[in-house]
């Protein structure tokens, strides 16, 4: 069982910064692919990242290439999104994720456990 906790939201102009905070509990989190979704109002859920157990490999949808970075801290059982450059549209709830059937810096089959998210709103 793994809980996870977001934390590091915010309001933020168009051109800032933010950093995000995951918290996980459970002493296999070192084990599982970890993800970054969000989700704005009327839109599907989409990946902004993912990073493999060992931090080695990440992955980046072109939207946020270059400006995101995901990272993890398997000492502090914390991941971590760095948001640069933010635009109007980044504004979502955003959503981290733990897959425990990972395929490269892809999940086999849906994410096992979901935290509750974070609102991040990018005022123009």
């Known amino acids: 069982q793994v809980q996870l906790v977001e934390s590091g939201g915010g309001l933020v102009q168009a051109g800032g910064s933010l950093r995000l905070s995951c918290a996980a509990s459970?002493?296999?989190?070192?084990?599982?692919?970890m993800g970054w979704f969000r989700q704005a109002p009327g839109k599907e859920r989409q990946i902004v990242a993912a990073?493999?157990?060992?931090?080695?490999?990440?992955y980046y949808p072109d939207s946020v290439k270059d400006r995101f970075t995901i990272s993890r801290d398997k000492a502090k059982n914390t991941m971590y999104l760095q948001m640069n450059s933010l635009k109007p549209e980044d504004t979502a709830v955003y959503y981290c994720a733990a897959c425990s059937a990972p395929l490269g810096v892809g999940c086999s089959r849906p994410y096992d456990y979901w935290g509750q998210g974070t609102q991040v709103t990018v005022s123009s």
């Open positions: 459970g002493r296999t989190f070192s084990r599982y692919l």
């Open positions: 990073i493999s157990w060992n931090g080695g490999s990440t």
